[in-house]
């Protein structure tokens, strides 16, 4: 005879996940140091200091090397975590989707076809408030096959209430994931996260990455509480259908949340400063924006690139900044906006493909015009640039074409194309 | 150090006598329950049809589940008449899942529940984890993902409620609707005099072949006591366990509303749907051999669904029949071997009590 829980109304016997004694042991020996590593690996350690609960796997370059780190530590026994391989990436999502809603902290991620295979899940778990990580390494979709890196497998999930942002370093995905947990989690935003890096360009090369105390992420990061979970102990029903009337406002909820998100990031990026001393722009990184007559948008490792061309056009004279989306979703229009007041000409760099889009060209551009249609005075000239499309780099020399073009615009008074493919035109 | 994961076992009821698909040589007229746990975490208040089989199959296995349990629930007919904002049917806690996700996403609840508890983030006991998804998640668009679920040996029971057909949408087949059953995917008409042209998936033998590490066991409505020890023995089984429960569909199969528990009987009596058990431990199965054997038509002419079956579907019916009763281990009487004649049988709605033909469109 089952009667109800014994437990019933019992805290957790613990305030915070316990760590397993080699995993004490091994987040001691790295604390202060600084390590090389890749993207991947980057991701993998944020997850193991996030001492996360529930990770699900599937394979798919590129992401695929932060699971097997991660797998590593489960095997090793630094880290105490059920590690679900699904059968494919919609169950791995679901299985995340799951755990994550009985109160678990769960992880997961894909890349290119991977994360448009799991698609279902995406307007799931947001709707259902529940904070789920997902990491994203970028990569083209198919056709063709293709394992480079391109944004459009993540940007095309970009409407489905997800927290969405790019990492340009090893350095920023161990920090944002971190980052993004922390906001994700907040009571006030409660939205499941993309963690999105550029795949090879920072998933697949290392750079220096600096590892902190464990106590120090706990401090940042406080234990994941789910404020509704799945508990036999106060009983609740996930998900239920809904009458037509009804779908409004759970609508305008989860419009409201992705707003409210926007202080918090805020708030939890200062935080993040003061706790581990790295300093990040809210939403926008703005980069010799000051004076410049032209600016270019971009976000993610391409931007490493734009900085040093951009270095060498103001060496010639030409006044040119750059402005990088540290977060795509929510996006950061009033950020953008202030960062591009009094540039005459911005030409959006897109990774992507946005095929029969307002621009012809790429998804960013639509958002980025919106933004700036809005700024007070005279609106700067908006073009977009087809670049680094399949994999391919974005060189020095493209970027200098690119300023040519934006150039030229703001000469003739008017941009000659809303999209130009880089490489294809004069 | 890690904290232990504690169990549950949960006691199973007295059998002898009793509505269970045991072998019991005075007959199937012993219908009567033992006494049942009070608690119903499936309480009233839910929006399913009358007679509906999945209803009565929910009531039982969360009443033997009892008040400890988390349930999860893939999108069909039990997601939609079940839930509707600002009303539940459950006690316990409840989510629904996507169609497809019905073993993923339990899989899920299964691991957070062991790391939450390990770590120390959940006073335990483990809960009972049980998701219960229609056929067309089961068989048909989640079975890999339940499949996947089995073969990591997530603690939790998955049981399919088998209405033999996609009936939220409005009734069509899916991989469990049976040969010649009428739905709105596998209408009857001049060029498919039949309507269903394939046999069914056998769902349960898959699971049961394909995880051997996993109980798994079939279960009509017409068993009660049967099924609730079976949901109770997967629950207690450490690892894995699928049950796959035969629901009756009033709407979908067109019958009196009374006869859903009837149904449930008769589908084993006529040898059309063999009630198993699969034991991981001996990796064998037990078949239950009910103490009455009909022929097909007793349960056939019950249904609207097959009222335009013509006598060779009928007999081919039949051959399927005495197929499962030879592999179960029963002889085959010499009147239902004659019956794999087709010249013994006529068109079933010219059948003293069968029911009207269906030419119904569904919801």
């Known amino acids: 005879m089952t009667t109800l829980h014994a437990d019933a109304g019992r805290p957790p016997r613990l305030q915070r996940a316990i760590r397993t004694p080699d995993g004490e042991e091994f987040l001691r020996g790295l604390a202060g140091t600084r390590v090389r590593q890749n993207g ?58 799951g755990a994550a809603s009985c109160g678990a902290r769960a992880y997961t991620g894909s890349s290119g076809v991977g994360v448009t295979y799991g698609y279902e899940l995406y307007s799931i778990i947001s709707g259902a408030r529940v904070p789920v990580q997902m990491a994203i390494a970028d990569r083209t979709l198919d056709p063709p096959g293709d394992f480079g890196s391109e944004h459009t497998d993540a940007l095309c999930t970009r409407d489905m209430g997800w927290l969405m942002g790019w990492a340009a370093t090893p350095q920023e995905v161990f920090d944002k994931s971190l980052l993004a947990f922390a906001i994700g989690e907040d009571p006030r935003v409660l939205l499941p996260q993309m963690v999105v890096q550029d795949g090879y360009f920072v998933s697949h090369i290392a750079g220096e990455v600096d590892m902190p105390a464990a106590e120090q992420v706990d401090e940042f990061l406080p234990p994941y509480q789910l404020p509704f979970p799945l508990d036999p102990r106060r009983p609740v029903s996930h998900g239920p259908q809904i009458h037509p009337e009804q779908g409004p406002p759970l609508q305008l909820e989860r419009a409201r949340a992705m707003e409210d998100a926007i202080p918090v990031i805020r708030e939890k990026t200062d935080e993040f400063a003061r706790t581990f001393g790295r300093k990040y722009p809210h939403f926008v990184e703005s980069y010799l924006l000051e004076d410049a007559e032209l600016a270019i948008v971009i976000s993610g490792g391409h931007a490493v690139t734009c900085r040093a061309a951009i270095n060498r056009l103001r060496a010639q004279g030409i006044k040119i900044g750059m402005a990088r989306l540290l977060w795509v979703r929510p996006f950061p229009s009033d950020d953008l906006r202030e960062a591009l007041q009094g540039v005459q000409a911005v030409g959006v760099v897109e990774t992507n493909l946005g095929l029969g889009g307002a621009s012809y060209g790429g998804i960013l551009s639509a958002d980025v015009t919106t933004a700036l249609y809005h700024l007070p005075g005279s609106r700067p000239l908006v073009t977009s640039f087809m670049a680094g499309l399949g994999g391919e780099t974005v060189p020095m020399a493209e970027f200098d074409w690119m300023a040519g073009k934006l150039g030229q615009a703001v000469e003739r008074g008017h941009v000659e194309k809303a999209a130009h493919w880089v490489g294809f035109e004069d | 150090m890690a904290f232990e994961v504690i169990r549950h076992q949960l006691p199973l009821f007295e059998e002898e006598g009793r509505s269970a698909a045991t072998d019991d040589s005075r007959g199937r007229d012993l219908h009567y329950l033992p006494d049942l746990p009070e608690e119903d975490p499936y309480a009233a208040g839910h929006r399913t049809c009358a007679g509906c089989g999945p209803a009565i199959q929910y009531r039982w296995v969360l009443k033997a589940a009892g008040q400890d349990t988390v349930v999860a629930g893939p999108t069909g007919c039990m997601y939609v008449a079940n839930s509707t904002y600002l009303c539940t049917p459950y006690t316990v806690p409840w989510a629904h899942t996507p169609i497809a996700s019905g073993g993923s996403f339990t899989s899920g609840m299964a691991a957070g529940y062991e790391a939450m508890i390990r770590k120390g983030r959940y006073p335990g006991p483990y809960p009972n984890i049980v998701v219960m998804a229609g056929d067309g998640s089961a068989a048909d668009i989640g079975i890999g993902s339940i499949s996947g679920a089995l073969y990591r040996n997530h603690d939790a029971l998955f049981v399919c409620y088998d209405n033999e057909c996609y009936a939220n949408t409005g009734i069509q087949t899916s991989p469990t609707t049976p040969y010649a059953g009428m739905t709105t995917f596998t209408p009857f008409g001049k060029a498919i005099p039949e309507g269903k042209k394939l046999p069914p998936k056998n769902l349960a033998k898959m699971m049961a072949e394909g995880h051997p590490h996993c109980y798994v066991a079939t279960t009509t409505v017409g068993y009660p006591v049967d099924l609730m020890n079976k949901t109770r023995k997967g629950l207690n089984h450490v690892g894995a366990a699928f049950l796959h429960c035969y629901t009756p569909c009033q709407k979908g199969w067109v019958y009196q509303t009374s006869m859903t528990v009837e149904l449930g009987r008769r589908v084993v009596e006529c040898g059309l749907f063999p009630v198993w058990e699969y034991d991981p431990q001996e990796r064998t199965y037990h078949y239950f051999h009910p103490p009455v054997q009909r022929p097909v038509t007793d349960y056939l002419a019950m249904q609207g669904r097959f009222g335009h079956m013509l006598a060779e579907h009928v007999a081919t019916t039949q051959v399927g029949a005495n197929r499962h009763w030879e592999a179960i281990g029963m002889d085959v009487p010499k009147t239902l071997r004659e019956g794999e004649d087709p010249a013994r049988h006529q068109r079933l709605h010219d059948e003293e009590y069968s029911m009207p033909l269906n030419r119904g469109v569904g919801a």
């Not at chain 1, 996030?50 to 991660?70: E, F, H, S, W």
């Open chain 1, 40 to 97: 991947c690996a980057a991701a993998a350690y944020a997850a193991l200091y996030a001492n996360v609960d529930v990770i699900t796997a599937y394979p798919i370059r590129p992401y695929t090397a932060i699971m097997m780190n991660l797998a590593q530590f489960v095997a090793d026994g630094i880290l105490d975590a059920e590690y679900i391989h699904a059968d494919g990436e919609h169950s791995q999502f679901s299985a995340a989707f």
